[in-house]
Nanobody
Framework: QVQLVESGGGLVQAGDSLRLSCAASGRTFSNNAMGWFRQAPGMEREFVAAITGTGVSAAYADSVKGRFTISRDNAKKTVYLQMNSLKFEDTAVYFC??????????????????WGQGIQVTVSS
């Protein structure tokens, strides 16, 4: 069992930066590939970024590529999402997710086994 707790959200202005953190508890953190998803009001939950268990490989949604960076610290059992040049359309609840296969990233919600409770990010224009 893996428990995930997000932190670092808040209200910022367009162009600002924000870093989300997701702290995991449970077994060996490096056994899990990790992902970030987001959900805006009235919209489907969508993929943002993912990283393998070793941290060697990462994947990004086209909408955030070049602005967001996912990273992880396995010793701290934490995954991060550095968000730069934030836009109004980045406003959403952001969710951290873990999958039991550490080898591959995935942009599909169904591939993730554990989810955090979500944290609000609001970007004012």
């Amino acid at each position: 069992q893996v428990q995930l707790v997000e932190s670092g959200g808040g209200l910022v202005q367009a162009g600002d930066s924000l870093r989300l953190s997701c702290a995991a508890s449970g077994r060996t953190f490096s056994n899990n590939a990790m992902g970030w998803f987001r959900q805006a009001p009235g919209m489907e939950r969508e993929f943002v970024a993912a990283i393998t268990g070793t941290g060697v490989s990462a994947a990004y949604a086209d909408s955030v590529k070049g602005r967001f960076t996912i990273s992880r610290d396995n010793a701290k059992k934490t995954v991060y999402l550095q968000m730069n040049s934030l836009k109004f359309e980045d406003t959403a609840v952001y969710f951290c997710a873990a999958r039991s296969d550490w080898r591959y990233t995935s942009n599909s919600k169904v591939d993730y086994d554990y989810w955090g409770q979500g944290i609000q990010v609001t970007v004012s224009s």
